[in-house]
């Protein structure tokens, strides 16, 4: 097999796995993120096959042996028996084109008032308070307003460590999986416009 076919063969193995995922929603990738980190208890960063059988179980996925098997193999390039976490995250979260990936850059420095390259409820009261008092909660006084916005960032922020804060790379992890269930660019571009008050183009 030479690489082209190689690197084909590994496209479909992982847009297999994609796919069962985002069967879950637009968080179904990052939602076997959180299981495959939960089970990292020695914090090596690393998955054995073994535990990508059983995260993948866990997770509510059914995949054959064969399958999870031949995948394993092609991610384990160097064939040590092991594959990085974050480059299997990667490779399993499609790559949104330039396009979107501009509009969802637009979208976090657009709310990132004081530019430190992290978004708090301090940014978001600048520019997302009217949009919290009209969430159902807030009307009904069962929230403050930081209590809203702080439902909003963790929507967003990584779900197996809500800090308050989304950085940069989380927001782009966030909406990386939303794109991954929209076809169409314009869509998408219209809809991230729409959702952040930026101006239409």
Same mark, same amino acid.
């Given at each position: ?78 064939? $040590? ?15 949104? $084109? ?79 999986g939303v794109s991954a269930t929209i076809d169409d660019d314009s869509y998408f571009v219209m809809m991230m416009r729409s959702c952040y008050g930026l101006?239409?183009?």
């Amino acid at each position: 097999m030479n690489m082209s076919e190689d690197s084909s063969s590994l496209d479909l193995l992982v847009r297999t796995l994609r796919d069962q995922c985002l069967l879950k929603g637009h968080s179904g990738i990052r939602g076997l993120g959180i299981v495959f980190r939960r089970m990292d208890i020695d914090f090596s960063k690393g998955i054995v096959y073994p535990e990508l059988r059983l995260a993948i179980a866990r997770y509510g996925l059914i995949m054959s042996e064969g399958y999870l098997q031949t995948l394993f193999h092609a991610l384990d390039k160097d064939n $040590n028996g092991w594959i990085d976490f974050a480059e299997f995250m990667a490779v399993l979260r499609e790559p949104m $084109n330039a396009r979107r990936t501009k509009v969802v850059m637009e979208a976090f420095d657009h709310f990132d008032v004081n530019s430190d390259g992290k978004l708090s409820i301090e940014d978001l009261k600048v520019f997302y308070t009217a949009n919290a008092k009209n969430h159902p909660k807030y009307l009904s006084g069962e929230w403050t307003l930081d209590q809203t916005l702080r439902s909003f960032l963790d929507s967003i922020d990584s779900p197996d460590d809500p800090d308050g804060v989304v950085t940069r790379e989380e927001f782009l992890d966030y909406y990386a999986g939303v794109s991954a269930t929209i076809d169409d660019d314009s869509y998408f571009v219209m809809m991230m416009r729409s959702c952040y008050g930026l101006p239409q183009r």
